[in-house]
C-alpha cells in the first residue's frame, strides 16, 4: 500500500541545535516533494519544494535532501530557535506534477527549547 | 494582496443539518483544492476545482459531499445530513495554474457535529 511517513514522535531540541526531519514514502513516485510548516489552529505554509533530479535545496536556515532511491526526504533547520516550534509536513506530487495536487503525510511536531 | 479568506472560521451544526463551507482562493489564482484535517491525522486530499469544473473528486466520499467552483464567487464544499464524523477542520488551498507546485493554503473551517 502507499504510505508516507513522517517521525511519529514528537522532536524535542535545543535552540541553537539543528533539527533533522524524515520524510519517507513507499510505492510512490513523485515527481517532487514540498514541506509546509503548520502551527496550531493554522493553514499549512509552504516552505521548500525539491525535485526528483534535485538533490538538495536551501533556503536560508532550511535544507531539503531527496533520494529517489531511499525514498527519503530529510528536513533540516539549522540554528533552530524556539519560534521554529510547530508540526512540519511534507507533501508529494504524485502524478507527474501534471497537477498540484498533493499527498500529505502526517506530520512531525517539533518543539524547541530555550 | 489578501490570501485564500475561508468562511466561517468555526461552524457548529447539529447530526442532520447542512454544512456550507466558502472559500475565496487568492486574486489571479484559479485552482482551489479542498483537503480536511481528522484530529490526530494528517491532511487528507478531498477535490480539486478549476473554475466551473471539478477536475479531481478522487478523495470526496460518494455521498452527503459535493463541491462547486463557479465563474463568480467562491468555492463552496457543501456536506448534507452532517454527522459527527464529519468534525474536522476543512482547508481550501488555491493556485494560480495546475503546476506551479506551491499551494497556497487558507486558515481552515472548524465544523464541529453535535
Known amino acids: 500500500s502507499q504510505k508516507i511517513e513522517q517521525n511519529s514522535e514528537a522532536l524535542n531540541i535545543q535552540e541553537g541545535k539543528t533539527a533533522t526531519l524524515t520524510c519517507n514514502y513507499t510505492n510512490y513516485s513523485p515527481a517532487y516533494l514540498q514541506w509546509y510548516r503548520q502551527d496550531p489552529g493554522r493553514g499549512p505554509v509552504f516552505l521548500l519544494l525539491i525535485r526528483e533530479n534535485e538533490k538538495e535545496k536551501r533556503k536560508e536556515r532550511l535544507k531539503v535532501t531527496f533520494d529517489t532511491t531511499l525514498k527519503q526526504s530529510l528536513f533540516h533547520i539549522t540554528a533552530s530557535q524556539p519560534a521554529d516550534s510547530a508540526t512540519y509536513l511534507c507533501?508529494?506530487?504524485?502524478?507527474?506534477?501534471?497537477?498540484?495536487?498533493?499527498?500529505f503525510g502526517t506530520g512531525t511536531l517539533l518543539a524547541v527549547q530555550p | 494582496n489578501a490570501g485564500v479568506m475561508q468562511n466561517p472560521r468555526h461552524l457548529v451544526r447539529r447530526r442532520g443539518q447542512e454544512a456550507r463551507l466558502r472559500c475565496s482562493p487568492m486574486?489571479?489564482?484559479?485552482?482551489v483544492y479542498w483537503y480536511r484535517q481528522l484530529p490526530e491525522e494528517g491532511l487528507k486530499f478531498m477535490v480539486y476545482l478549476q473554475k466551473e469544473n471539478i477536475i479531481d473528486e478522487s478523495g470526496m466520499p460518494k455521498e452527503r459531499f459535493s463541491a462547486e467552483f463557479p465563474k463568480e464567487g467562491p468555492s463552496i464544499l457543501r456536506i448534507q445530513q452532517v454527522v459527527r464524523g464529519d468534525s474536522a477542520a476543512y482547508f481550501c488551498?488555491?493556485?494560480?495554474?495546475?503546476?506551479?507546485?506551491?499551494?497556497?493554503f487558507g486558515e481552515g473551517s472548524r465544523l464541529t457535529v453535535l
Open positions: 488551498a488555491s493556485s494560480p495554474s495546475a503546476t506551479t507546485g506551491e499551494l497556497f
Open positions: 486574486k489571479g489564482h484559479s485552482h
Open positions: 507533501a508529494l506530487v504524485t502524478d507527474g506534477g501534471a497537477t498540484n495536487k498533493l499527498i
